[in-house]
């Protein structure tokens, strides 16, 4: 079982950025693709972005192309969402999530193990 902790949320002012860090534990962690969602209040956990084993393959959610790049160093085991120009709308909870596939997946259910979250505030 892969272990996930995510970091680096905060409150932040519209327009302004933040870089979330998920490190995990295990050595295949290079075997497998990485994915980040979130969740707001009241609504469902939502699709943020995924990244192949070997970072060659990336994907996003509409709401975040443009704005959000994802990237992962498999020597620290760690997988990054760099989010700019946030908006009011992004708040949520944000999670990091190992999938079953070595390529990208965007379908919850394909991830096989998540982080406890960071809360992300952006304030208008």
């Known amino acids: 079982q892969v272990q996930l902790e995510e970091s680096g949320g905060g409150l932040v002012q519209a327009g302004g950025s933040l870089r979330l860090s998920c490190p995990a534990s295990?050595?295949?962690?290079?075997?497998?693709?990485m994915g980040w969602f979130r969740q707001a209040p009241g609504k469902e956990r939502e699709f943020v972005g995924a990244?192949?084993?070997?970072?060659?393959?990336?994907m996003y959610a509409d709401s975040v192309k443009g704005r959000f790049s994802i990237s992962r160093d498999n020597i620290k085991n760690t997988v990054y969402l760099q989010m700019n120009n946030l908006k009011p709308e992004d708040t949520a909870v944000y999670y990091c999530?190992?999938?079953?596939?070595?390529?990208?997946?965007?379908?919850?259910?394909?991830?096989?193990?998540w982080g406890q979250g960071t809360q992300v505030t952006v304030s208008s």
């Open positions: 295990g050595r295949t962690f290079s075997a497998y693709g």
């Open positions: 990244i192949s084993w070997n970072g060659a393959n990336t």
């Open positions: 999530a190992a999938s079953y596939k070595s390529g990208t997946a965007f379908d919850a259910a394909d991830f096989r193990s």
